[in-house]
């Protein structure tokens, strides 16, 4: 859902441990380069909530200039984690 926002180009979205619902989103974004106005995190909270259920929403977002991937170009998940 993420990627139909605008400004984003890319996105991964990781599951991080939450004491209530034992398991929440975290989204990182890598916005357009030419993207204006730049999101922030509400602004993308509020664009998720627009489209998904609540409970899919991330809880948290990140902004990366770049990710880390394979040499086919797949987006490494496992290096995210130790990221945010």
Same mark, same amino acid.
């Given at each position: 859902?993420?990627?139909?926002? !605008? ?16 398991? *929440?989103? @975290?989204? $990182? %974004? ?8 730049? !999101? ?16 899919? *929403?991330? @809880?948290? $977002? %990140? ?22």
């Amino acid at each position: 859902m993420l990627r139909k926002h !605008p400004a984003v180009n890319e996105s991964a979205v990781i599951g991080v441990p939450d004491e209530r619902m034992g398991t *929440v989103g @975290r989204a $990182f %974004v890598l916005l357009l380069h030419n993207a204006e106005p730049k !999101p922030d995190a509400a602004a993308l909270d509020a664009f998720c909530r627009g489209h998904l259920a609540g409970f899919k *929403v991330p @809880r948290e $977002f %990140v902004f990366v200039e770049d990710f880390p991937r394979n040499a086919t170009g797949k987006i490494l998940k496992t290096e995210l984690r130790t990221e945010g």
